[in-house]
């Protein structure tokens, strides 16, 4: 199974059903909550986004080497071959 890690806002309504999305179909995830990290962790997100060749938006989901930004449950299934 690939990794799955994502860059999600605590009060993200897109963010909260990306990470239903997962614990629904049972499939483990990690989880940053960018507006409660703090500033170096901020950083390093902000870093992270950019070297995938992606502006920061949520969530912002890595699947392997893969990324997709925004809830795309379809994309998220296809990468995961569900």
Not at 49 to 54: A, F, W
Not at 65 to 75: A, F, I, L, M, S
Request: negative net charge; proline residues 5%.
């Amino acid at each position: 199974m690939k990794k799955v890690v994502m860059y999600t806002l605590s009060t993200c309504p897109w963010c909260m059903r990306a990470k239903k999305f997962f614990r629904e179909k049972d499939i483990p995830f990690e989880y940053i909550d960018y507006d409660k990290a703090d500033e170096e962790t901020r950083k390093s997100i902000l870093e992270d986004c950019r070297s995938h060749g992606e502006e920061m938006s949520f969530p912002f989901v890595k699947i392997g080497e893969d990324v997709v930004v925004g809830y795309n449950p379809q994309k998220y299934s296809s990468l995961l071959d569900l």
